[in-house]
């Protein structure tokens, strides 16, 4: 298994850069791993959209204050899909950086240490930064109601959290600002890094 990790806010292009990296590298893009265990199970109500059934677990999840909780079910997701995938090559739109940078704390470090005990790293992680101002033209753009407005003005938090979390666990990492490149500038740069 090979493991390519894009890790960012909301708006910073993650998943048109995985759509594309996937489709060059001929990696498997893998979005939200819970959602294939709810559909696998049958939990996905007929008619709802494919992540619909996970969105809503998602938001519940992420409205628990207890931090344990919320680091625990993101990596047992990371668990799972690494089983699940075991015979691929991945791409993945979120991984335990992200996990790390929204739920992590000094009180559950042991949660992310279990999980790359049991899973390991992946070869790369990217952390597509862009600045809050940009973010949140790029989120209007898509939708100007976009209820993640909330949270784009903790964005150099996060993004400062995502980095310590992979120098502190010696992560091999890239950060690429997407403010102004092309998706392709950017699937270039990652290939670049992959290549060294």
């Known amino acids: 298994m090979k493991h390519i990790s894009i890790e960012g806010m909301d708006g910073a292009g993650k998943t048109s850069v995985c759509r594309k990296l996937s489709e060059k590298l001929g990696y498997e893009f893998v979005e939200k ?21 996970y969105r809503k677990l998602a938001a519940t999840v992420n409205k628990n204050p207890n931090r344990n909780f919320t680091s625990m079910f993101y990596a047992l997701g990371s668990i799972y899909m690494y089983e699940r995938f075991k015979d691929s090559c991945i791409i993945t739109d979120r ?4 996990n790390y940078a929204w739920s992590g704390s000094d009180y559950n470090n042991d949660v992310y240490d279990l999980a790359i005990s049991k899973i390991g790293k992946p070869e790369l992680t990217v952390i597509l930064y862009a600045p809050q101002k940009v973010i ?25 959290r995502m980095i310590n979390f992979c120098e502190a666990r010696a992560f091999d990492y890239l ?9 392709d500038e950017i699937v270039n740069l990652i290939e670049k890094k992959m290549e060294a």
Not at 37 to 44: H, M, N, R, S, V
Not at 45 to 53: K, L
Not at 95 to 98: R, V
């Open 175 to 183: 950060v690429i600002d997407s403010t102004d490149k092309t998706i």
């Open 33 to 53: 791993p819970f959602h294939y265990l709810l559909d696998e199970a049958g939990i996905t109500a007929e008619g709802e959209g494919q992540f619909e059934t």
């Open 95 to 98: 991984h335990l950086a992200s």
């Open 136 to 160: 949140e033209e790029r989120m209007r753009k898509r939708n100007i109601n976009d209820p993640n407005l909330a949270i784009a003005g903790k964005s150099e938090e996060i993004y400062s």
